[in-house]
């Protein structure tokens, strides 16, 4: 017997389900067909909320550089950053996730990391969007709660991430694919603060 299609649901009812059930909204959107345009939109949605939600720190941050209409500055380099750099950054991460999944025995392809890696970033949009609005309210004199705030978002997009990789590559365990995750975010940072470091030297 045939199985039934996948209800249609709407991006929100989405995005408010994989914060509850990650591995099951993307096992939906595997079940309806994965394709390079929904990958696209959900990219540039996340992209261009996360350009809304850092907007008014970033214009805060622009106010001392010594250059002419600052806040007009830091839009244009704000929007070139996210509309222009992060898609293709989007990509190319996408593919090194893949590449490491195939390393640990993922069964998926290309598109599928990439859809999985692009929705949970549109997934954690709605908390990403709620910090750049306490941020803007507090005029950054909050930083300390917003700090931990933070930390919990990243935590809550691994979970989300690794869920959603876990089912595009057909990994059983998530909890496994996020303690990857974890470690190469972690090692990630650790190359970051060496090269920092070396180049303060």
Known sequence: MPRPAPARRGLVDAIARSWRDPRGVMAGQVAAG??????????????????????????????????????????????????????????????????????????????????????????LSPAVLALGAADALAGGRAAAWLSLAGLAALGLWVWVFAASLAEAEGFASTGRVAAVVVLV?????????????????
């Open 185 to 201: 975010l972690a090692a990630g940072v650790a190359l970051v603060e060496l090269a920092i470091r070396g180049g303060a030297r």
């Open 34 to 123: 994965l394709s390079e345009p929904r990958a696209l939109v959900h990219l540039m949605l996340a992209c261009m909320l996360v350009f809304v939600a850092r907007l008014p720190e970033a214009v805060r941050m622009a106010e001392g550089l010594p250059v002419d209409e600052p806040a007009n500055a830091a839009v244009a380099a704000h929007l070139f950053a996210w509309g222009a750099v992060a898609p293709l950054l989007g990509y190319a991460l996408a593919a090194v996730v893949h590449l490491v999944a195939r390393g640990f025995g993922g069964r998926g392809g290309f598109l599928g990391a990439r859809a999985a890696l692009f929705w949970s970033g549109l997934a």
